[in-house]
């Protein structure tokens, strides 16, 4: 059904296709055509053509569904629905990995995490892989990082290549929205400070990640998360996800595995999710912030904007919390492609996109050619045209221990396969028909009606892996976490 949200981002965007037939508008489309067919045809002059600032923001656990102009009225984004009132909002797209470290890396490369080195967190990118940010200085680019890094350092001062690091403060200790707080203000110090190039600028903000506290409970931090997101006296509470409910045959592994909260009751969920959604309030408004000052600097025609996050939360479907699993809950993301009066307007709920797509896209636009190793498909084509042809299926992995190897999941048009590793035994596998049950509720790998359905999906991650060159790259082992003990497991990342 088609929110109301999304017939204002409809009409908005028509609006402003009216008002690009002024002069201005078309000599900046004109000079964006420009650089497209002087980056295609590798033609330079003495004065090569503008290329569009580009900015990068990122959130931390944040779901694909958690936005209001995606029809969620449990929350009020007004400033993601601002951003994808002026570009495409897919909803079809996964990160390559549901865990920090993995999906911020693959991220910054167009890699997968088995590819790269990154099976697990605080973990470094390998040695000879180019990051996002060395491809835009190389380019002319003034590049700069604000925020999360977490390869291997959380928050480091200096470090990631190619990028000018403004950090001014670590997490520890702190509230998420104060961390997000001081890379906002130093963001906005940079967007501020005159330059002759054009910029790329990450901003990578921590919330909602510090729904983690009140589902680990093992935090100094707890009290005060309850005290600034825990629902007043008398507000309605959101409902339990319908997913909920555990079905009678789901396989031990997702009981060994799921996060343990034996002693919450229903209305202990329903605070939880309530909690999350104020969290992603939070840190709208601080994206809210950063959209204001592009437009006060007056870039908002001359910048590309992505958004997205590492990964989702499971937010109680299949009673899950946290990540580290391959339902939608925490393996979809949101990823919005915008750039005022140039990207059409809509929500793409046909495509399947990837995490590694985000590098391919932002060097399509800024006619940089990425390196001929990314795995990740420009999203140009689509967002310009969306009967453009476009991929099949999206994977994403998992890592264990090494012994035990990694887990998979391939997205299709219409199913999703996950194959779950243990040691010395055969895998677990699950087969989910999204359209008739986007609840995944229904394992149909074991149903004898859909062996061919199931056998075509082994084949597509079989040639996966051996395209990836996964087979041949061993699981690293993780590195042991410098935080002090009460802070790991749910309080970590």
Known sequence: MTTRLEQLARQE?????????????GWNALMGILAWSAAAAGWTGAEPPRRPNILVITTDQQRVDAASVVGNRWLKTPNLDRLASRGVYFTKSYCSYPLCSPSRASLHTGRFPHEIGVDHNNMAIRGGIPVSGELF????????????WHCPTVYPTEGIPGFRVLNRTTRQGKLARDVDAATIEAAIDFLKQPRKKPFYLVVSLINPHDICLPAGESSPLVEQIWQRYGPPAGVELP??????????DEPEWLGQRRPKHPDWDESQWRRYIYAYYRMVE????????LLDVVGEIGAQKDTLIVFTSDH??????????????????EAAVPLIVSWEGVTPTRIDREHLVSTVDVLPTICDYAGISPPADVRGQSLRPIVENPKAPWRDYVVSEIAHAPAIGRSFMVRTAQYKYIRLAQANRNPVELLF????DPAELK??????????????????????????????????????????QKQRAKTAN
Not at 137 to 148: P, V
Not at 459 to 471: A, P
């Open 239 to 248: 409902p339990l996800p319908p997913n909920f409910q555990l079905p009678g």
């Open 137 to 148: 200085q190389d380019a002319g680019y003034d590049a700069a990082y604000a925020g999360k």
């Open 13 to 25: 965007a028509n609006a402003k296709r009216r008002h690009c037939l002024n002069w201005r508008s």
């Open 282 to 289: 939070d840190v709208d408004a601080q994206i809210g912030q």
């Open 443 to 484: 394992n149909l790998a074991g149903n004898t009606d859909m062996q061919g359905v199931l056998q075509e999906h082994r084949r597509i991650l079989e040639q996966w892996r051996e395209s990836t060159g996964e087979k041949t790259s061993p699981v690293q082992p993780a590195p042991k976490s410098a935080r002090p």
């Open 433 to 436: 028909d999204m359209k008739s």
């Open 312 to 329: 989702g939360e499971g937010l109680g479907c299949h009673q899950w919390t946290g990540k580290m699993m391959f339902f939608d809950a």
